[in-house]
């Protein structure tokens, strides 16, 4: 059996026609010899709206009530994608992750998909019936429902293709493809081919928001080919390519940097003269972490005296005023001296190019310096640099890394 996953996200499915032309689609593929599991989310902004009702009974966080509230939507999806398919003759039949099961964690808001039954699904698709399933959501094993974070649909449906074997999940949502930066920012910006599981999660992480980042970690770990495609556009993923996430030795294309991110959603702040002695980044990191703020780049000056050293950290931009009188409240940096800087921003390259070619790093700062952007902290991954910059001159740094790396 030749399975085919397909997941249509939000705004594909935002009305009654819009269903109608999703459904359309996967008659196409089952025309194309494809045995056809669908996944919804719900109806675009559907989500949003069953959390702004919840928020008027109180904090929802971690609440196994408000899980039921935001599972909703999808089932609303599936049910109405059922019936679109049978209308137009096509078998199917909704299915929710609790008649399957899709098993998770209880980790309400947050959960974990930690296993997924074959053999309901395997049996709905002999029988030529396409189960269409409710994304985002689980079922613990004492029967309740989870939801798995926002966005967290894609994830549904990779697991889905994992454990059916699938020979593609195609993910259809409203921009055709994975783009070498956001076309906002630089206009020259290309789509990809192909981007590798690494390269993507990078991006993903920077802020490229096609995919929810826990659904490509999935396709990594069992090889499932991920396909991002626009339901706006005439054809279906197996004749109109988007862009596919797969392994580094099935690309089509190597390029040496796959995307640059810009992401204005930082703020640094300097710890001058902090003792230079063993402990020190802990204490200075433990506050903050327990404040809920998660720290990014970290960067430590060598000490000039032996005893004082200047630290600088990055964190939302949002998070800097918790993290700073998160620090104060520790006895002994009552009187450090903190600088903070809010108009900061990240700048990434992404790319397996970082780890193979030892001339990236280079290239970039010389291709910053050349238009006089100064960096104030960098971090490294196998397949990506960052690098701290002032807001003001993201957008024209973004503009020359794409024209140095990716091309005009
Ligand atoms: N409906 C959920 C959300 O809006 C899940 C998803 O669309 O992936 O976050
Ligand atoms: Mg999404």
Redesign the pocket.
């Known amino acids: 059996m030749k399975i085919l996953v397909v997941k249509f996200?939000?705004t594909s499915v935002a009305d009654p026609e819009r269903i109608g032309n999703a459904a359309k689609k996967i008659a196409r593929e089952i025309e194309n010899g494809f045995h056809v599991v669908a996944v919804v989310?719900?109806m675009a902004g559907v989500?949003n709206q069953l959390t702004d009702y919840c928020k008027a009974f109180g904090d929802t966080t971690k609440n196994r009530d408000f899980d039921a509230v935001l599972a909703s939507?999808?089932q609303v999806t599936a049910g109405l994608m059922a019936l679109a398919l049978q209308q137009m003759g096509v078998k199917a039949r909704s299915c929710q992750s609790w008649q399957i099961p899709i098993r998770s964690s209880a980790d309400y808001s947050d959960a974990r998909i930690t296993n997924v039954e074959a053999e309901k699904l395997l049996s709905i698709l002999q029988s030529d019936t396409v189960p269409v399933v409710t994304?985002?959501q689980g079922v613990t094993p004492e029967g309740d429902l989870t939801t798995l974070g926002?966005?967290?649909?894609?994830t549904s449906a990779v697991a889905l293709a994992a454990v059916l074997n699938a020979v593609r999940c195609d993910i259809y949502t409203d921009v055709d493809g994975v783009y070498t930066c956001d076309p906002r920012l630089v206009k020259q910006a290309q789509k990809l081919k192909t981007v590798s599981y690494e390269e993507m999660l990078e991006m993903a992480a920077l802020g490229a928001k096609v995919l929810?980042p826990r659904s490509v970690a999935l396709g990594m770990k069992f090889g499932v080919p991920i396909q991002v495609l626009s339901s706006f556009e005439a054809g279906v993923g197996s004749d109109v390519p988007g862009t596919v996430i797969t392994t580094e030795d099935s690309m089509i294309e190597e390029h040496i940097i796959s995307g640059i991110t810009l992401s204005r959603n930082e703020a640094k702040l300097t710890l001058a003269q902090v003792p230079d002695k063993p402990g020190i980044a802990a204490a200075v990191c433990q506050p903050i972490a327990d404040a809920g703020v998660q720290v990014d780049m970290i960067v430590q000056s060598a000490s000039a005296d032996g005893k004082t050293t200047d630290m600088t950290l990055s964190v939302p931009r949002g998070d800097l005023k918790r993290a700073v009188e998160a620090l104060r409240k520790v006895k002994d940096f009552e009187k450090l001296e903190i600088k903070t800087a809010e108009d900061i921003a990240k700048l990434s390259l992404a790319g397996i190019g970082v780890r193979n070619n030892p001339k990236v790093p280079a290239t970039m700062f010389k291709t910053l310096s050349e238009i006089g952007v100064n960096i104030h902290a960098i971090s490294t991954s196998e397949v990506r640099i960052s690098v701290l910059i002032d807001e003001a001159s993201g957008e024209k740094a973004a503009q020359a890394l794409h024209k140095v790396f990716i091309g005009e």
Request: aromatic content about 6%.
């Open positions: 996200g939000g989310s719900a989500t939507g999808e994304g985002f926002r966005g967290g649909s894609d929810h």
